[in-house]
């Protein structure tokens, strides 16, 4: 063959071996199905510490719960894609009229430490051990110890545990979910003494999907790694191993970003997205938590529930949420109902009118009905001074001139002083301003006239001012009390919104100039201490925001924000506070019981007499000092009836006490975002009802992928396949 031959045959065969190729190709892709295939490494980055790997102690450390979320497994687990409490390591029965809860050990779960020589199974006496320690006086989490006070817990076999509670309590199976802990490697460390017990705390063994491997403090951050336990008794998760890094703050972590396979609590820019680059995916979720104002039913003030519906009416939710790029508005601190079904709605005109009914006016209505009321005095009677508004320096005198009442024969006093007949029958007086008898003080006077007996025969409101800049102002004030006299005869022209207190005087309000405060008769102003933390940073921009609308109806609030955490848990247990902006979690079971029942309240009572020290309790969560029988008797039915229907019954019922007594408005639910590299498959977050509840799915991701043939599916299909095509 010729060399230019040889060539066209070379590049026909390459073409042909090309398309055969992309044939093979197309059919494996037609003919098979993609799955998980096990191996590879996760590493997630968070921004936070690394401290105790013990599920007793990581109520208020997000970073350590997600780790002992995998080390560690309990009787039962959440199901974020159900949102129901299920069985786990254990299955439960519930008897003796829902006071008895019985649960059975699986016989395949195992301890971390167990070898072939050694199985360490999981028995019930690490059940027993590990509650009867949280009920131990000396344990140092009073938090989770409060969840098991009155139940008592029996080892019936190896096997079998038996929980027995004083009364029902329907959320019970959720306290089951507490990671089971090694009795034989806490056994002999006394209740107070847990968290110092830094073996097991930085090296945990568990019964969980993953076990620990190590922890490495680096320049950048801490690390631990996990890896998969072969004999873990569920589903056997498809990755190797997983690594929690752990930096001081997101600077630090962007700047490692291409080790990372994850993120955890991704921030969100002004706009509210993510600050991650395009390469992750990123899950938005929330949990049940909401943030709310409670008011504190304590304040007198308060105790009013039309002002209480007056400052709910005030606060325009979406505009609140648009400034911190929130996304979910709460308007019920029952979770279990769709939130768009809820009576009281931003209308700010409604507000005005509740602050109206409550007796709280502004200052600028009862300066005006006070002009108007002197004005009807002063139209009446005998009196005649020059006017009614006067300016007068210190040792000026005033003439007031009068006219005799028929058949008076009795002398006449203006102010203590003996007034003077003239020859037409009137009678004339120079009333002082030196502060003797009848002087005409600076301010408003009651000026009266008197008969010698001392009865009142008249009276007459003069104004006195000592300077000109104050005259001008009332002269000025005058003119709006004219105009508004107008306004009523006409129906149309000035009205109230148009008006402002300046130097207590009234004057036409300039643009975006806000009313006065809101007073009572007695001239008491409407004035609220609003409590909130540092952090979150949104906190004290949502405090703002709140005291900025309720500034529109006439309320002053004074917005206070604490840096440090302890003197703000100081200040919110001690109630020290009329308004508190706070979020609370209702976890996987919903329960409102721990913050709306009125065993919850704080004590602010001497204990005992003689004792000094207050009855202050440290888990007192009912923030608003809320006390109704209604909501009590419901949030009992609530907690332990097991029939769905009455369970359903009582919390619409206890929806509209709440309607009604607003002991606070909830805002909105935090948005979090989580953020996971391209290359991670199979991630789903569910409804989660914690953070670490990301990971209950952990068994389904995976990195690397196997392709396998349908079923009926073979290389030798591939004759058929090309025959078809053509």
């Given at each position: 063959m010729k060399s230019w031959e040889k060539w066209i045959v070379g590049c026909f065969s390459i073409l042909l071996l090309a398309s055969i190729t992309m044939l093979l190709r197309q059919f494996y892709l037609e003919n098979t199905d993609s799955a998980p295939k096990r191996g590879g490494t996760y590493i997630e980055g968070s921004v936070g510490t690394i401290r105790m790997l013990n599920p007793w102690f990581t109520?208020?450390?997000?970073?350590?719960?997600?780790?002992?979320?995998?080390?560690?497994?309990?009787?039962?687990?959440?199901?974020?894609?159900?949102?129901?409490?299920?069985?786990?390591?254990?299955?439960?029965?519930?008897?003796?009229?829902?006071?008895?809860?019985?649960?059975?050990?699986?016989?395949?779960?195992?301890?971390?430490?167990?070898?072939?020589e050694l199985p360490r199974p999981v028995t019930a006496d690490d059940v027993v051990f590990t509650y009867q320690m949280i009920k131990d006086p000396g344990f140092p989490n009073p938090i989770l110890q409060k969840n098991f006070r009155g139940v008592e817990i029996e080892k019936i076999d190896d096997k079998t545990i038996q929980f027995k509670l004083e009364k029902p309590y329907y959320f019970f199976r959720s306290n089951l979910t507490l990671g089971i802990l090694p009795k034989h490697h806490l056994e002999n460390i006394p209740a107070e003494r847990l968290p110092e017990a830094l073996g097991f705390n930085l090296m945990p063994i568990g019964s969980g999907p993953y076990k620990f491997r190590s922890m490495v403090e680096t320049e950048l951050s801490t690390e631990v790694t996990l890896e998969h336990f072969d004999k873990f008794y569920g589903s056997l998760p498809y990755i190797d191993r997983i690594v929690f890094r752990a930096f001081p703050d997101y600077a630090s972590l962007l700047s490692d970003l291409r080790n990372l396979d994850g993120v955890r609590h991704v921030p969100r820019d002004e706009e509210g997205r993510a600050i991650i680059p395009n390469r992750y995916h990123t899950f938005y979720y929330s949990l049940p938590q909401y943030v709310a104002l409670f008011f504190n039913m304590q304040n007198e003030i308060l105790k009013d529930e039309t002002l209480r519906l007056a400052l709910q009416k005030a606060i325009n939710k979406k505009g609140i949420i648009d400034d911190i790029n929130e996304q979910v508005i709460i308007d019920t601190p029952l979770l279990e109902f769709a939130q768009e079904d809820w009576k009281y709605q931003f209308e700010p005109e409604a507000a005005q009118g509740a602050l109206y009914e409550s007796d709280w006016h502004l200052p600028e209505k009862v300066r005006l009905q006070h002009l108007q009321i002197n004005i009807a005095k002063n139209d009446t009677g005998n009196l005649h001074p020059p006017q009614s508004i006067v300016l007068l320096d210190t040792g000026a005198q005033l003439t007031v001139t009068g006219s005799y009442a028929q058949n008076s024969s009795t002398d006449l006093f203006l102010n203590g002083v003996m007034v003077?007949?003239?020859?037409?029958?009137?009678?004339?007086?120079?009333?002082?301003?030196?502060?003797?008898?009848?002087?005409?003080?600076?301010?408003?006077?009651?000026?009266?006239?008197?008969?010698?007996?001392?009865?009142?025969?008249?009276?007459?409101?003069?104004?006195?001012?000592?300077?000109?800049?104050?005259?001008?102002?009332?002269?000025?004030?005058?003119?709006?009390?004219?105009?508004?006299?107008?306004?009523?005869?006409?129906?149309?022209?000035?009205?109230?919104?148009n008006?402002?207190?300046?130097?207590?005087?009234?004057?036409?309000?300039?643009?975006?100039?806000?009313?006065?405060?809101?007073?009572?008769?007695?001239?008491?102003?409407?004035?609220?201490?609003?409590?909130?933390?540092?952090?979150p940073t949104t906190y004290p921009k949502v405090a703002e925001?709140?005291?900025?609308?309720?500034?529109?109806?006439?309320v002053d609030t004074t917005v206070e924000i604490i840096e440090e955490r302890a003197k703000f848990e100081e200040k919110v247990i001690n109630r020290k506070y009329d308004v508190l902006i706070f979020g609370q979690p209702l976890l996987d079971n919903l329960d409102s019981y721990p913050y709306w029942h009125s065993?919850?309240?704080?004590?602010?009572?001497?204990?005992?007499?003689?004792?000094?020290?207050?009855?202050?309790?440290?888990?007192?969560?009912?923030?608003?000092?809320?006390?109704?029988?209604?909501?009590?008797?419901?949030?009992?039915?609530?907690?332990?009836?097991?029939?769905?229907?009455?369970?359903?019954?009582?919390?619409?019922?206890?929806?509209?006490?709440?309607?009604?007594?607003?002991?606070?408005?909830?805002?909105?639910?935090?948005?979090?975002?989580?953020?996971?590299?391209?290359?991670?498959?199979?991630?789903d977050l569910g409804k989660p009802s914690l953070h670490s509840d990301r990971f209950l799915s952990v068994h389904r991701w995976f990195i690397k992928e196997k392709r396998s043939f349908r079923a009926g599916k073979s290389w030798f299909s591939v004759f058929p396949w090309i025959i078809n095509l053509f």
């Open positions: 109520v208020e450390n997000d970073v350590n719960r997600d780790i002992t979320s995998l080390a560690f497994s309990g009787l039962q687990r959440y199901n974020p894609f159900t949102g129901n409490v299920e069985d786990d390591m254990a299955t439960i029965k519930i008897s003796g009229g829902n006071h008895i809860y019985t649960t059975t050990l699986r016989e395949d779960v195992f301890w971390h430490d167990s070898t072939e003077n007949e003239t020859d037409t029958g009137s009678w004339i007086v120079s009333l002082p301003t030196d502060g003797s008898t009848g002087s005409i003080l600076p301010g408003e006077n009651w000026v009266q006239l008197t008969e010698s007996g001392g009865d009142i025969l008249d009276t007459f409101i003069l104004t006195r001012s000592t300077n000109r800049d104050d005259f001008t102002k009332l002269r000025e004030e005058k003119k709006i009390l004219e105009m508004f006299e107008e306004t009523k005869k006409t129906g149309s022209g000035m009205s109230i919104s008006l402002v207190i300046d130097e207590g005087m009234l004057r036409v309000k300039k643009e975006d100039e806000l009313q006065g405060v809101r007073i009572k008769e007695d001239g008491t102003p409407l004035k609220l201490h609003l409590l909130t933390s540092a952090r925001k709140i005291a900025h609308q309720w500034r529109q109806i006439g065993s919850q309240i704080q004590s602010l009572e001497e204990q005992e007499e003689g004792e000094d020290s207050l009855g202050i309790k440290l888990d007192a969560n009912n923030l608003s000092q809320f006390t109704d029988f209604r909501t009590d008797a419901l949030l009992e039915q609530i907690r332990e009836t097991h029939n769905a229907d009455l369970r359903k019954q009582a919390l619409k019922q206890l929806r509209e006490v709440f309607r009604e007594e607003i002991p606070a408005v909830v805002l909105y639910s935090p948005t979090y975002v989580f953020a996971i590299g391209n290359k991670m498959l199979g991630v």
